[in-house]
């Protein structure tokens, strides 16, 4: 955890509760620094962009929070440098919330999730939607070649902390997409011994000299 994180996460309630727990003798070490906002590393850019899916939360001006999957191509949320972050918001089913959410409270926590590896990355950040007329070379950037429908906006995150949450209790999924990329060795060497069985069975129906020999009949058993 970064002492940027501890600072934003940890309000005079969360202290409380870590008094009482007595946790917060640890924790207080974590939240000594200046409060200046992350910098994503290279472990932290690469992770980024190899996600297909994230969460996405905001506050609604009724402090309601509401939560959002996000999805797309892998990479389709891209680090734009190493404090700001960017997706295309395309089309879909005109509810509008998070966008509504953004023009009442800026600040956002993402969740981004590696299931197979078992791991997560926790962002907070403040965004702004950037209409698509406004955003210039960013939606030719950030809009994904698979993705038909247009984009309306482009969501731009200024990270503000990160933190690399526990693995503990995060089970194993897998894609489609990974499933077929870790079975496919097994599915050639399938086709290759289903090839090899084809021509000896090929070769045995030609020559009836390597067919094999009929089974010997038991002798009879004296009584």
């Known amino acids: ?33 200046p409060p200046e906002p992350d910098r994503l590393g290279p472990d932290e850019l690469d992770f980024v962009a190899g996600r297909d899916s994230f969460y996405l939360a905001s506050t609604g001006e009724t402090g309601w929070p ?20 960017a997706f295309a918001d ?32 926790k962002i907070y950040g403040r965004a702004r939607a950037v209409d698509a007329s406004e955003a210039g ?38 894609s489609v997409e990974e499933v077929n990329e870790a079975v496919a060795p097994l599915r050639l060497r399938l086709e290759q011994l289903e090839q090899e069985n084809a021509a000896l069975r090929a070769r045995l129906e030609a020559d009836p000299l390597l067919s094999p020999a009929p089974p010997l009949h038991p002798l009879p058993q004296e009584r």
């Not at 509401?66 to 972050?85: E, I, K, N, W």
């Not at 395309?90 to 926590?109: A, K």
């Not at 960013?138 to 038909?148: I, K, Q, S, W, Y």
């Open 1 to 33: 955890m970064t002492h940027r994180y501890a600072q934003v996460a940890f309000t005079e309630a969360v202290r409380r509760h870590q008094e009482t727990h007595r946790s917060r003798s640890s924790y207080a070490r974590m939240e000594q620094g």
């Open 137 to 174: 070379d960013l939606v030719a950037r950030l809009h994904p070649r698979e993705v038909r429908v247009p984009t309306e906006r482009v969501i731009v995150i200024a990270v503000e902390a990160f933190d690399w949450n526990c693995r503990q209790h995060i089970l194993p999924r897998y």
């Open 66 to 85: 509401y939560v959002q999957h996000r999805g797309g191509p892998r990479g389709f949320l891209q680090a734009l440098d190493p404090g700001t972050l």
């Open 90 to 121: 395309y089309r879909g089913n005109r509810q509008y919330i998070t966008t509504g959410n953004l023009d009442h409270d800026d600040r956002v926590s993402l969740l981004l999730m590696d299931y197979p590896m078992q791991a997560r990355l």
